[in-house]
Nanobody
Framework: QVQLVESGGGLVQAGGSLRLSCAAS????????MGWFRQAPGKEREFAAAINWSGGATNYADSVKGRFTISRDNAKNMVYLQMNSLKPEDTAVYYC???????????????????WGQGTQVTVSS
């Protein structure tokens, strides 16, 4: 069983930055595809970013492209989401997700992931 623990959420002013962290269990973490999704109240869960096993391939939703950066440190079993130029529209609960099968095709669909973190709240004020 893969366990994911997120941290780093909070309140930030529009235009500011925040970095989310996701700590993952598993000795084969370096083979996992990892992703970040977000869900605002009353809205569907939406894709934000994904990264393949090595970090050599990434994919971003158009809504965050150029502002968010996903990265990973396999030696530490950590995945990060650096969020810059934050907008009020970015306000949501952010979830870390893992696919321990390591499949990579951009991984923008939530159904491709089989493990999820508890979520961390990000609130961007005007």
């Amino acid at each position: 069983q893969v366990q994911l623990v997120e941290s780093g959420g909070g309140l930030v002013q529009a235009g500011g930055s925040l970095r989310l962290s996701c700590a993952a269990s598993g000795r084969t973490f370096s083979s996992y595809t990892m992703g970040w999704f977000r869900q605002a109240p009353g809205k569907e869960r939406e894709f934000a970013a994904a990264i393949n096993w090595s970090g050599g391939a990434t994919n971003y939703a158009d809504s965050v492209k150029g502002r968010f950066t996903i990265s990973r440190d396999n030696a530490k079993n950590m995945v990060y989401l650096q969020m810059n130029s934050l907008k009020p529209e970015d306000t949501a609960v952010y979830y870390c997700a893992a696919d321990d099968r390591g499949y990579w095709s951009g991984n923008y669909q939530w159904r491709t992931y089989n493990y999820w973190g508890q979520g961390t709240q990000v609130t961007v004020s005007s």
